[in-house]
């Protein structure tokens, strides 16, 4: 065990929406061969048959209207061409275009899906990947929507949800990770952005379990009053409202079509939050990470993983055929934070066959459960196989001069 | 040596619009807060029908409070604080 994990005693994972890692993360590549990402030869074909290269043109919002299809279907068809169902189809995600045209009814448009960022645009997630950890396989545990994705960050498993339906507790000896950690006498909390936004896919514990909810406001309060949980999950807000003192609250969540330049000072907020109190920052790891790729492009073909006994049926999945939890959704982007990461760490994935690893969401509850709990909590088979992601902390502390600050956030 | 440190530039001003139409993850989220309501109200509705007579025992008396504080304590403006 390193240095850097003897010393860790709060864990934060913040989930973002909707976005894919060639989207947000793959132009790193022409900084560092070592990232996944994408060499601007990457194409999918339209409707009309036409090449369409990936292209940096991706804008912060009204780019991406109407929301890209990200439903079980949908995302069958982006990862298998529109091959149709049956033993022997290949993945290609050659079916980007052709999936979003089903929406746009604009040929034109549907190229929208193709098009990334450009580092300069996203000063605080590129800084932060290129500064710490970067995961070149963390996938969306369900090639599907929001809520069955996010339930395996809380339960490492959906249930069998492969939809955006509330999800039932199906198996009650499957406690979420905060019902765990709170039972063992650790501290857990989730903190949402407020009670306009409040939370996503675990209404099911808002009743149950209030002491486990806290407001984003009281997130910045524990940083710096030394009184964080041990482990924290952050919810970012999810719609534009009005706010308690008449101003305006934007949706920081980078769901399309939500603006990106928001969430990233979101992001730069949550790390700064950390980064600005010298006790939390030596002893706290961070994780950026979105809950799915929201349909939008992304060249790396998601890999077959350990099914968790559920099965969809073919009616729940709208496929035509059934889903056994056997293969992952589609790569999204995945940043680790501490002092005791090196610079530039590239944590390799399935394009490294020797050494590479496979994350998903279930690696979430997975990883806070055996940091704090030694692994002692009922869990699903997908849960136990997960990856820890804390692999990139070392035995060496980088200087404070060496860590960034995010400016200009108020 | 003072840390790097990087401007991050404000969002655009016209960024806000409530009047956007909410999409399908938003609108399942209220869908989901309903579900959590019509649970809420079925706990509710079944220690109202709970005939106080037929609360006798300390032990009877206990378990009523206890459901009703546990109910009442999620009706509180804000969430608990750590």
Known sequence: MSVGLDNLKHIVVLMMENRSFDHMLGALMQKNRKINGLTGNESNPDTNGAIVKVQPNAQFQSQLDPDPDHHFPGVDLQIFGGAPQGAGRVANMQGFVKDYFSQTKDVNRSHNIMYYFTPDKLPVLTTLATEFAVFNGWFSSIPGPTICNRAFAHYGTSFGQVGMDIFYILDNTIASIYERMIQAGHTAKIYYYDQPSSTMEIVNLLKNQPQIFATFDQFITDCSGNTLPDYSFIEPCYNDHPGADGGQVLASDQHPDHNVREGERFIGSVYNAIRTNPTLWQNTALLVVYDEHGGIYDHVVPPACTPDGYTASADATGTGAPFAFDRLGIRVPAVLVSPWIPRGTVVTGPEDAANGQIFEHASIPGTVTNLFLNGDAKRTVREQQAKSFLGPLTDQMRPDDDCVVFNNLQ | ?82
């Open chain 2, 1 to 82: 040596m003072a840390p790097k440190i990087i401007e991050v530039p404000k969002t655009d001003a016209g960024a806000y619009n409530p009047n956007r139409p909410a999409g399908t993850l938003l609108r399942s989220q209220a869908l989901h807060m309903r579900e959590a309501l019509i649970k809420h109200v079925h706990e509710l509705t079944t220690l109202l029908n709970i005939d106080m007579k037929s609360l006798v025992t300390e032990a009877d008396v206990s378990a009523y409070v206890h459901k009703a504080t546990a109910l009442l304590h999620t009706h509180g403006g804000k969430p608990a604080k750590k």
